[in-house]
């Protein structure tokens, strides 16, 4: 009976869809585990072999956990809108809708290949109106409610409008803008539209004006990290700062909140790290400069306000409001002129550390408070018009930026800090006391702060204050493929949607172009857009990310018609228990998560406030890649080995024309036109390609499909092989020649219950107590190394286990049975067939997992040195159960005793167990 692994695969998928085995209920007196993978974006390229990694190892865990009694929910769903689709569409002529969902079937279907144990009823797609009908839900509780920062909490909108009746916004700053100011009666006498907009101001889901990066060639607005050097990532088109109408999401309240759960959840120190650095707490004062002959002030945050005195000059942001009021006529052409430089620059590339400074002097004075020295105003990139208050006070005595800065443009240096500053770098010594400063002369520089603090606050000038690096997210985009919004403008002014009225679906459309005004294209749509004659819809559409901030709350109850989630459901699964996916989306979609979480939990719907109890982040495959040599000018090959011989051009093929190195000749000529006609120069008779690792991707032709090594190898050998190839967390390069060594291993245990001529070769017979060490050894390496993600070094103690079971011609069904038992999660499709050859009717699945018994791996026996005198002299190998009067008779007994032994007595002997034994003659 030979292991027909195609024929075998097929039969349990289909087995398993038909009997619904997935199938997780959320009634069930088992303990819950809730296993979760970041769901992927379905693109029309299909997976390759990196993308189920993370995946492999969620499968492997929720099967493990499933064997030990647990209720599993295991799912997956598509983050299915997005602009890569809508891109994608436009230059193939298809709708969204339908790429969409010819992309989600192809997916699902290499999935299922797999052999995923997905609770499939589960599946969720973020652009199918049933399920973001509830994210259009979800923004509006946003946008009705607000952050009492005295609560610590969110409470909804109409609780703030009437803490406005009783006392006004005395007790509660307005986050949006801290000069609005008014009493109970000014509230009173307010009309709705000057309410509605204190209100938006807020709001944790608010509309407002912001400088955002707008490409007209893509017709949307798009992210920093999607600008490089003033062009768009995708396509590489022109990119321009523009003010815009954007929907915010007021992520800043809940910075201090985020900071603290982190505390509470098993992160990665480094993933907990990148998220404390995004949202860059820090301590400090907001202090206001006067400007010299100009009304106006320059209000700055420092989280250094002892250095006052050594301010050389002020940075402004170039989008400050400032820049055009206090610019002078001798300056404003320069500044003209750099500010269009800036406008070329993402954000990105201005905050990071460049070789180049850049900058340009205003003109204008700003006046130090308390010794009254005048300070140039500069405007320069490095300053951002979002961090803090977008202008900065430089002190080049104390910070190596401001000292180059100054340095560059010749800005005289003052030193505050005597022998601290050394006068050619800033240098400040953390012990070191401040001269030159006023009343600060002689203090050390950390008491000093409160000094300054206190004065500022005195003075009425300056006040204590907490940053946030973070500033609040972005949530519109300016496309079509994506969630609209629920709301609706009356004269102008914004309203939220009757929930009733809920999904607002986006409509069928064959234009996806922009909308005027750098609109998006639903504002073309005029018959969906005006409801009435003064009633619009917004046109702008929600990010990608909108969808992707709660789908782990609809698995646990995903055909809910009445709410997003049972709060009974969400009370059972509760927290993910294991999250597994890239550190890529560290500061984007779980940061988001974990605020829209914090949020629901607020506002009473869920009954805890962080989603993921566990989180992993699974490393990157990298590609192989391939690559030919063509001798320049010609269309001639040179094999590696030759190609220093000649100028070359080096050319990237399809790694699946490739074995190993060599190249298949007739493969290639098939694969592209232009290699039709090729000649080669080879070497030993053979086309030896080049090795690059690198990214894998469809563009380098070094993707493999997993498809194409499932039908060669088998799901089970792809499962165990993408584990074997390193731990889960570590990126590492794929190679598929190795392979063949793990399907190998799975031919030789298949051998362990059957005989290609014989059939099922298990027998009934006890047990050696070799054997059940082996198997009970296996048991307790595979549970810790399972629990604990540690999946290669699992697939390895497999290995070890068959070869040893292999040398004892071991075909007994109490060793065997247990084993299959235990390789289920890794190898599925194998263990079932088996399972059922064994005699069992119920699912291997449904088995109980092997539990390990100590008795079974404790040494029986010791190797005694034997001394004479203190002396060792030999090695004595006993049971430690045997009796002392034996063990003395055995050792009297030994040739090399004996010899020392000659003519003398035997005194006594001192044996210890498990330790040594004494003859003392």
Same mark, same amino acid.
């Given at each position: 009976m030979e292991y027909n692994f195609r024929a075998i695969e097929k039969k349990w998928?289909?087995?398993w869809e038909d009997s619904h085995i997935y199938h997780v209920s959320n009634d069930s007196p088992k303990p819950k585990c809730y296993v979760l993978d970041m769901f992927p974006y379905p693109s029309g390229a299909g997976l390759h072999v990196g993308h189920p990694l993370g995946y492999i190892a969620t499968d492997i865990y929720a099967r493990y956990k499933r064997l030990k009694g647990f209720n599993v929910l295991h799912t997956m769903g598509y983050d299915a809108f997005g602009l890569p689709t809508e891109q994608y569409a436009l230059e193939t002529g298809q709708h969204p809708v339908v790429t969409t969902e010819q992309n989600i079937n192809a997916f699902r279907q290499q999935l299922n290949n797999i052999g995923f144990c997905y609770d499939w009823s589960r599946e969720v797609n973020t652009s199918d109106p049933s399920y973001y009908k509830w994210t259009q839900w979800i923004f509006l509780q946003l946008f009705e409610s607000w952050y009492d920062r005295n609560l610590q909490k969110a409470l909804p909108i109409k609780t703030l409008e009437g803490v406005f009746e009783q006392e006004g916004n005395k007790n509660h700053v307005c986050p949006g803008d801290r000069s609005i100011q008014f009493t109970a009666e000014e509230w009173k006498q307010y009309d709705e539209v000057t309410r509605r907009d204190i209100l938006m101001q807020y709001r944790l889901a608010y509309l407002a004006y912001a400088e955002v990066n707008w490409c007209e060639a893509l017709g949307t607005v798009l992210a920093n990290d999607e600008v490089i050097n003033g062009v768009s990532e995708r396509g590489g088109y022109p990119v321009v700062k523009k003010k815009m109408r954007q929907w915010f999401l007021r992520i800043t309240e809940y910075a201090n909140r985020l900071l603290e759960g982190l505390e509470t959840v098993n992160f990665s120190d480094a993933m907990k790290e990148m998220q404390r650095n995004w949202i860059g707490k820090s301590q400090g004062a907001e202090i206001k400069f006067n400007l010299k002959n100009n009304d106006g002030q320059i209000e700055v945050y420092t989280t250094r306000p002892d250095t006052i005195f050594g301010v050389d000059f002020m940075v402004l942001a170039p989008e400050h409001e400032l820049v055009s009021s206090i610019t002078t006529p001798e300056q404003k052409e320069a500044v003209e002129k750099y500010l269009d430089y800036v406008q070329s620059r993402s954000e990105r590339e201005r905050m990071a550390e460049v070789k180049q400074i850049t900058g340009c002097f205003t003109g204008a004075y700003a006046i130090n408070p308390f010794n009254g020295r005048e300070i140039p105003v500069w405007i320069a990139e490095y300053v951002l018009a979002g961090y803090g208050t977008g202008a900065i006070m430089a002190v080049p005595c104390g910070d190596q930026r401001d000292f180059g800065f100054a340095r560059h443009f010749n800005i005289p240096i003052t030193n505050i800090i005597g022998d601290a500053f050394n006068g050619t770098e800033a240098n400040p010594t953390k012990d070191a006391k401040l001269q030159n400063s006023g009343f600060l002369d002689g203090m050390e520089m950390r008491p000093a702060m409160d000094v300054v603090i206190n004065k500022l606050e005195e003075m009425g000038i300056g006040r204590r204050q907490i940053n946030y690096k973070m500033r609040d997210a972005g949530f519109s985009r300016q496309r079509y493929w994506g969630e609209p919004f629920p709301i609706v @403008?009356? /004269?102008g002014v914004p309203y939220a949607m009757d929930e009733k009225d809920l999904p607002v679906e986006l409509p069928y459309v064959e234009n996806y172009k922009p909308g005027p005004d750098g609109e998006g294209p639903l504002a073309n749509i005029t018959d969906w857009v005006n409801i009435a004659p003064d009633v619009k819809r917004e046109t702008n559409t929600m990010p990608g990310y909108a969808g992707s901030s709660w789908y782990f709350l609809r698995y646990m109850d995903p055909h809910n018609k009445n709410t997003f989630a049972d709060r009974?459901?969400? $009370? @059972?699964?509760n927290q993910v228990d !294991?999250? !597994?996916?890239?550190? #890529?989306?560290a500061v984007g979609h779980l940061l988001y998560s974990r605020l829209w979480t914090k949020v629901l939990y607020d506002l009473g719907y869920l009954g805890f406030d962080e989603p993921f109890k566990s989180l992993i982040n699974q490393g990157m495959i990298g590609g192989s890649s391939r690559l030919v040599y063509r001798i320049h000018g010609t269309n001639q090959y040179v094999s590696h080995g030759l190609k220093d011989q000649y100028q070359t051009d080096a050319l990237h093929v399809d790694v699946n024309i490739v074995d190993g190195v060599e190249l298949d000749i007739e493969a290639l000529k098939k694969w592209k036109p232009e290699f039709a006609d090729a000649t080669f120069i080879l070497e030993d008779g053979k086309y030896i390609c080049g090795v690059q690792l690198e990214k894998m991707s469809k563009r380098l032709f070094n993707t493999v499909n997993p498809n194409d090594l499932v039908n060669? @190898?088998? +799901? $089970?050998?792809?499962? %165990?092989? #993408? %584990?074997?190839?390193g731990p889960v967390e570590q990126s590492k390069p794929w190679d598929t020649k190795g392979i063949e060594g793990v399907h190998r291993f799975l031919k030789k245990l298949w051998?362990?219950? +059957?005989d290609e001529q014989k059939g099922i070769i298990v027998n009934e017979q006890a047990p050696t107590p070799e054997e059940l060490k082996i198997l009970h050894k296996t048991i307790q390496k595979i549970d810790h190394d399972t629990n604990n993600f540690s999946f290669n070094t699992a697939v390895s103690s497999f290995m070890i286990c068959v070869n040893e079971?292999?040398?004892? /011609?071991?075909h007994k069904r109490a060793i065997l049975e247990p084993l299959l038992v235990l390789l289920t999660p890794y190898a599925p499709h194998l263990c079932e067939e088996l399972w059922q050859y064994l005699g069992h009717n119920e699912s291997i699945l449904n088995a109980i997992y092997p539990v390990y018994e100590e008795k079974y791996t +404790? #040494?029986?026996?010791?190797? @005694?040195? =034997?001394? =004479? /005198?203190?002396?060792t002299r030999t090695e004595m190998s006993f049971d430690l159960n045997l009796a002392t009067e034996e063990i003395e008779k055995a050792v009297l007994a030994n040739p090399v005793v004996e010899k020392w032994m000659e003519g003398k007595s035997l005194k006594r002997m001192i044996i210890i167990k498990g330790k040594m034994i004494n003859v003392v003659i």
């Amino acid at each position: 009976m030979e292991y027909n692994f195609r024929a075998i695969e097929k039969k349990w998928q289909k087995q398993w869809e038909d009997s619904h085995i997935y199938h997780v209920s959320n009634d069930s007196p088992k303990p819950k585990c809730y296993v979760l993978d970041m769901f992927p974006y379905p693109s029309g390229a299909g997976l390759h072999v990196g993308h189920p990694l993370g995946y492999i190892a969620t499968d492997i865990y929720a099967r493990y956990k499933r064997l030990k009694g647990f209720n599993v929910l295991h799912t997956m769903g598509y983050d299915a809108f997005g602009l890569p689709t809508e891109q994608y569409a436009l230059e193939t002529g298809q709708h969204p809708v339908v790429t969409t969902e010819q992309n989600i079937n192809a997916f699902r279907q290499q999935l299922n290949n797999i052999g995923f144990c997905y609770d499939w009823s589960r599946e969720v797609n973020t652009s199918d109106p049933s399920y973001y009908k509830w994210t259009q839900w979800i923004f509006l509780q946003l946008f009705e409610s607000w952050y009492d920062r005295n609560l610590q909490k969110a409470l909804p909108i109409k609780t703030l409008e009437g803490v406005f009746e009783q006392e006004g916004n005395k007790n509660h700053v307005c986050p949006g803008d801290r000069s609005i100011q008014f009493t109970a009666e000014e509230w009173k006498q307010y009309d709705e539209v000057t309410r509605r907009d204190i209100l938006m101001q807020y709001r944790l889901a608010y509309l407002a004006y912001a400088e955002v990066n707008w490409c007209e060639a893509l017709g949307t607005v798009l992210a920093n990290d999607e600008v490089i050097n003033g062009v768009s990532e995708r396509g590489g088109y022109p990119v321009v700062k523009k003010k815009m109408r954007q929907w915010f999401l007021r992520i800043t309240e809940y910075a201090n909140r985020l900071l603290e759960g982190l505390e509470t959840v098993n992160f990665s120190d480094a993933m907990k790290e990148m998220q404390r650095n995004w949202i860059g707490k820090s301590q400090g004062a907001e202090i206001k400069f006067n400007l010299k002959n100009n009304d106006g002030q320059i209000e700055v945050y420092t989280t250094r306000p002892d250095t006052i005195f050594g301010v050389d000059f002020m940075v402004l942001a170039p989008e400050h409001e400032l820049v055009s009021s206090i610019t002078t006529p001798e300056q404003k052409e320069a500044v003209e002129k750099y500010l269009d430089y800036v406008q070329s620059r993402s954000e990105r590339e201005r905050m990071a550390e460049v070789k180049q400074i850049t900058g340009c002097f205003t003109g204008a004075y700003a006046i130090n408070p308390f010794n009254g020295r005048e300070i140039p105003v500069w405007i320069a990139e490095y300053v951002l018009a979002g961090y803090g208050t977008g202008a900065i006070m430089a002190v080049p005595c104390g910070d190596q930026r401001d000292f180059g800065f100054a340095r560059h443009f010749n800005i005289p240096i003052t030193n505050i800090i005597g022998d601290a500053f050394n006068g050619t770098e800033a240098n400040p010594t953390k012990d070191a006391k401040l001269q030159n400063s006023g009343f600060l002369d002689g203090m050390e520089m950390r008491p000093a702060m409160d000094v300054v603090i206190n004065k500022l606050e005195e003075m009425g000038i300056g006040r204590r204050q907490i940053n946030y690096k973070m500033r609040d997210a972005g949530f519109s985009r300016q496309r079509y493929w994506g969630e609209p919004f629920p709301i609706v @403008y009356r /004269n102008g002014v914004p309203y939220a949607m009757d929930e009733k009225d809920l999904p607002v679906e986006l409509p069928y459309v064959e234009n996806y172009k922009p909308g005027p005004d750098g609109e998006g294209p639903l504002a073309n749509i005029t018959d969906w857009v005006n409801i009435a004659p003064d009633v619009k819809r917004e046109t702008n559409t929600m990010p990608g990310y909108a969808g992707s901030s709660w789908y782990f709350l609809r698995y646990m109850d995903p055909h809910n018609k009445n709410t997003f989630a049972d709060r009974k459901a969400t $009370d @059972y699964w509760n927290q993910v228990d !294991v999250y !597994v996916g890239g550190t #890529e989306h560290a500061v984007g979609h779980l940061l988001y998560s974990r605020l829209w979480t914090k949020v629901l939990y607020d506002l009473g719907y869920l009954g805890f406030d962080e989603p993921f109890k566990s989180l992993i982040n699974q490393g990157m495959i990298g590609g192989s890649s391939r690559l030919v040599y063509r001798i320049h000018g010609t269309n001639q090959y040179v094999s590696h080995g030759l190609k220093d011989q000649y100028q070359t051009d080096a050319l990237h093929v399809d790694v699946n024309i490739v074995d190993g190195v060599e190249l298949d000749i007739e493969a290639l000529k098939k694969w592209k036109p232009e290699f039709a006609d090729a000649t080669f120069i080879l070497e030993d008779g053979k086309y030896i390609c080049g090795v690059q690792l690198e990214k894998m991707s469809k563009r380098l032709f070094n993707t493999v499909n997993p498809n194409d090594l499932v039908n060669k @190898y088998g +799901a $089970d050998t792809f499962r %165990m092989y #993408e %584990m074997f190839l390193g731990p889960v967390e570590q990126s590492k390069p794929w190679d598929t020649k190795g392979i063949e060594g793990v399907h190998r291993f799975l031919k030789k245990l298949w051998r362990l219950f +059957a005989d290609e001529q014989k059939g099922i070769i298990v027998n009934e017979q006890a047990p050696t107590p070799e054997e059940l060490k082996i198997l009970h050894k296996t048991i307790q390496k595979i549970d810790h190394d399972t629990n604990n993600f540690s999946f290669n070094t699992a697939v390895s103690s497999f290995m070890i286990c068959v070869n040893e079971l292999a040398s004892l /011609n071991c075909h007994k069904r109490a060793i065997l049975e247990p084993l299959l038992v235990l390789l289920t999660p890794y190898a599925p499709h194998l263990c079932e067939e088996l399972w059922q050859y064994l005699g069992h009717n119920e699912s291997i699945l449904n088995a109980i997992y092997p539990v390990y018994e100590e008795k079974y791996t +404790a #040494e029986t026996a010791f190797t @005694y040195p =034997i001394a =004479i /005198n203190g002396k060792t002299r030999t090695e004595m190998s006993f049971d430690l159960n045997l009796a002392t009067e034996e063990i003395e008779k055995a050792v009297l007994a030994n040739p090399v005793v004996e010899k020392w032994m000659e003519g003398k007595s035997l005194k006594r002997m001192i044996i210890i167990k498990g330790k040594m034994i004494n003859v003392v003659i």
